[in-house]
């Protein structure tokens, strides 16, 4: 097969520049660049976040031990989950949280502003605890490479682009990343058994539903083989071993954006990152043909959504 020259390397781009002179042109070549599977990297928090902010999430995280999950912010609904203190420092995460995904959502809007109109919000989070040293099961470690896909909000195709911030004061935040969708899929979807996911039908009781108008927020063969493929990935030895790679370290109040449903990622260690999450429908993409749907599609030869 010849290689595409578009996806030889994964780019590690350095946006640099981001004034008032960042350009149409500039915005959409971030997006390619981040289609073909690359991180987009700044050195700075290019969006605004109050030091005090800052301060009260490093703070708050390392004097109150119930303060031992992960944090959710829903911008949809204005709702916080997963937090477990006192109720001012409830309201004061809250707070903390609805200003940053405003904040980051106004920045990724002029920096990719090719899918501003498009995309849907999704879940904000902040990641206080240490990703060293968790105990978790296969399906749910971080630490093995793999591409994201959301249990309970299938995506029918649509693209998961995240924004990640490191706090941490000292400490960077260590990833493994490589082989672009397009790449990864020709070598293994087919072992995954697309195939199989390909000539699913969806379930009775779901074409009652449809029939009758009932909402359903129906996982396409799509979300279907993304979830399979997700712990397919953990779960396979030889795929961690050989999986081409690059290891990278993201400085404390760096920046960095990736499209995570096409990039296989895994996080070795850390502490205290924001990120905030958004769908991009495949319409909004520069080059549709590089979107794991489209790929998985013509690998398949058959509609996945
Ligand atoms: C992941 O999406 O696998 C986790 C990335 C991170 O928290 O750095
Ligand atoms: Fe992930």
Redesign the pocket.
């Known amino acids: 097969m010849p290689v595409d020259s578009r996806l030889e390397v994964v780019p590690f781009v350095e946006v640099g520049d981001f004034g008032p002179g960042f350009t149409a042109e500039r915005a959409r070549q971030c997006c390619a660049d981040l289609e073909r599977g690359g991180i987009l990297f700044f050195s700075g928090i290019p969006y605004e976040l109050p030091q005090a902010d800052v301060n009260f999430l490093l703070s708050y995280a390392a004097r109150d031990s119930r303060f031992h999950k992960n944090v959710s912010y829903r911008p949809a609904s204005d709702v916080l989950r997963g937090f477990a203190g006192d109720a001012e420092s409830r309201r004061r995460t809250h707070d903390v949280m609805r200003r940053y995904s405003r904040q980051v959502t106004g920045f990724v809007a002029r920096l990719l502003a090719p899918y501003a109109a498009h995309w849907s919000l999704d879940y904000a989070?902040y990641?206080p605890l240490e990703?060293a040293a968790r105990s978790l099961s296969v399906h749910k470690r971080?630490d093995l490479l793999?591409v994201?896909a959301f249990p309970t909000r299938p995506t029918r195709g649509g693209r998961i682009l995240?924004v990640?911030t490191n706090l941490h004061p000292a400490n960077p935040?260590v990833?493994e990343a490589g082989l672009p969708f397009p790449a990864l899929a020709g070598q293994y979807a087919a072992a995954a058994e697309l195939a199989r996911f390909a000539a699913e039908n969806s379930a009775p009781w779901r074409r009652v539903a449809r029939a009758l108008g009932l909402p359903l927020r129906e996982r396409s063969r799509y979300d279907s083989f993304m979830l399979h493929f997700h712990d397919w990935m953990k779960e396979n030895p030889e795929l961690q071993r050989t999986l081409p790679r690059r290891h990278l370290e993201?400085p404390p109040s760096s920046t960095w954006l990736v499209f995570?449903d096409g990039l296989p990622?895994?996080?070795m260690s850390?502490q205290f990152?924001l990120?905030q999450t958004f769908i991009v429908p495949v319409r909004a993409m520069v080059e549709p043909e590089l979107a794991p749907i489209t790929v998985l599609e013509r690998l398949s030869g058959a509609k996945l959504a």
């Open positions: 989070s990641r990703e971080n793999h994201d995240r990640f935040r990833w993201f995570t990622h895994a996080v850390g990152a990120e």
